[in-house]
């Protein structure tokens, strides 16, 4: 079972300008979509196209469509808003013995990074 966790981007002041400039638009030269997912500056796919390593997003084409991960938390992102300033992720949860036993989930440790979780799904 997976489940949707929204984690917030607290982006540098810089990046925040940057893409208010062109909202919904990547880096010049480089991708602005991984399948269905619009990539905006100031996250990207590829050297030079994010403004911060914590913003670098790969694009897996051995899906179909391919899907896009957020490369430093290695998560699938389902959407990426700017005016929002956040994304969103799929975050695995693991469960046995559905009558009321033990459930597990997995913990990020977002101590260093750029992101904070929010229990908002919008």
Not at 41 to 68: A, Q
Not at 76 to 84: D, F, K, T, Y
Request: with cysteine.
């Amino acid at each position: 079972m997976i489940m949707q966790l929204v984690l917030l981007a607290i982006l540098l002041i810089w990046s925040i300008k940057a893409s208010a400039r062109s909202p919904s638009l990547a880096k010049p030269n480089c991708r602005a979509f991984c399948g269905e997912i619009i990539i905006p500056f100031p996250f990207g796919i590829g050297p030079g196209c994010y403004s911060h390593k914590w913003l670098e997003i790969v694009c897996n084409g051995t899906f179909s469509p391919p899907k896009s991960f957020a490369e430093s938390l290695n998560l699938e992102v389902l959407n990426i808003s700017i005016e929002n300033i956040g994304i969103h992720v799929n975050l695995p949860v693991t469960s046995s013995g559905c009558n009321g036993a033990t459930t597990s989930s997995v913990h990020i440790n977002l101590e260093s990074s750029q992101f904070c979780t929010s229990a908002s799904s919008e």
